[in-house]
């Protein structure tokens, strides 16, 4: 089982559509996908599934914000993720929840007391707890997809803890380009932290980057259009690694769905843009599966 955390903190550049798009397309190559929603905005989840349907069945008892409510109320046993985990069209998902922004205030409370060793206890076992979980369920699953908030929260530390690799939805413009380097930084800089206080070599992470993905960019005549592709010229030339393949924007598709957004490999159009739209995520999955090796 690899695990990926889709991450920027940038808002709004396409992280859930990619995430969404990739587990549909993974889950059409016949992989056993889980994606786990982290964002307590619920987007991901509001693509699978209907507003009624999360609020009947899924909102008490069948979230992220319950398994994590349940650690800090010690509860037991806490629910494993297989109690909570939901399928539609034979994608696995845990559902996130409004109320998952408080839960981040509830872990910094227990990771800010006592001395220099209960520190490190702490902070190995807040920043460890998904991690742990996951390893119960790895034969179950080919991939598993975090899609991240757009955030540096404890939350989201969780899941690059977790993390085999991370992949980055990117904007091509000046501050988008700056950001990667800020987040990979930080990124790096809680990897070293936690490996510091990690008491066996078993125990050491290594999420390793696997990408930027250039997306809503604007295709002109088959190609970016000059600016955009300035800025990927620049950041290959950083050396820092992008997909071959880009997602173009395209508000029509994207965001026709009546909900959220329907992964756009779920929907029917005849146009030949619409071919091309797919064509893209279908690439963007074959690239995807070779660097992570499922
Ligand atoms: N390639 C695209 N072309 C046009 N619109 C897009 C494209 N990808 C995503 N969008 C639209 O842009 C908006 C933001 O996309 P999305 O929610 O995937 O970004 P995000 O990075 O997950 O945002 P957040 O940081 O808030 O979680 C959505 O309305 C989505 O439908
Ligand atoms: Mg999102």
């Known amino acids: 089982m690899e695990v990926v955390s889709i991450i920027n903190y940038k808002g709004g550049v396409g992280k859930t559509t990619i995430t969404a798009n990739l587990a549909a397309e993974l889950v059409f190559r016949g992989k056993r996908v ?42 037991s046993p806490v629910p494993s993720f297989e109690d909570l985990i939901i399928e539609k069209n034979g994608i696995n998902i845990l559902c996130s929840h409004l109320g998952l922004i ?9 990771l800010s007391s006592g001395t220099e060793r209960q520190h490190k206890n702490n902070f190995l076992k807040t920043y460890s707890l998904i991690k742990k979980e996951l390893e ?13 908030p757009p955030n540096f929260s404890i939350v989201t530390k969780n899941a690059l803890v977790a993390s085999d690799y991370y992949l980055v939805p990117a904007k091509m413009d000046y501050l988008s380009t700056l950001g990667i380097n800020q987040l990979r930084n ?16 078993s125990e050491i992470i290594n999420p390793e980057f696997l990408g930027v993905v250039a997306t809503m960019i ?7 259009i000059s ?17 071959d393949s880009m997602i173009r924007e395209n508000k029509t598709i994207y965001a026709s769905a009546p909900e959220y957004g329907t992964p756009v490999v779920f929907q029917s159009h005849s146009s030949g843009t ?8 279908e690439n963007l999955t074959s690239e995807f599966i070779g660097k992570v090796g499922i």
């Open 34 to 75: 889980l994606v786990i929603d982290l964002d307590p905005q619920t987007n991901l989840t509001f693509s699978f599934v209907k507003v009624d349907e999360w609020t009947n069945k899924y909102q008490k008892e069948r979230t992220i914000k319950y398994w994590f409510d349940s650690i800090i109320d010690g509860v």
């Open 186 to 201: 930080n990124v790096d800089n809680l990897v070293k932290q936690y490996n510091k206080y990690c008491s066996t070599d």
């Open 102 to 110: 408080d839960v981040d205030i509830e872990l910094a409370a227990g």
């Open 136 to 148: 119960n369920i790895k034969d179950q699953y080919d991939v598993v997809l975090f899609d991240c």
């Open 274 to 281: 619409y071919q091309e739209v797919v064509q893209e995520l």
């Open 227 to 243: 600016a955009q592709r300035n800025y990927i010229s620049t950041l290959e030339r950083s050396n820092i690694n992008i997909f």
């Open 218 to 224: 604007a295709v002109r005549n088959g190609e970016p």
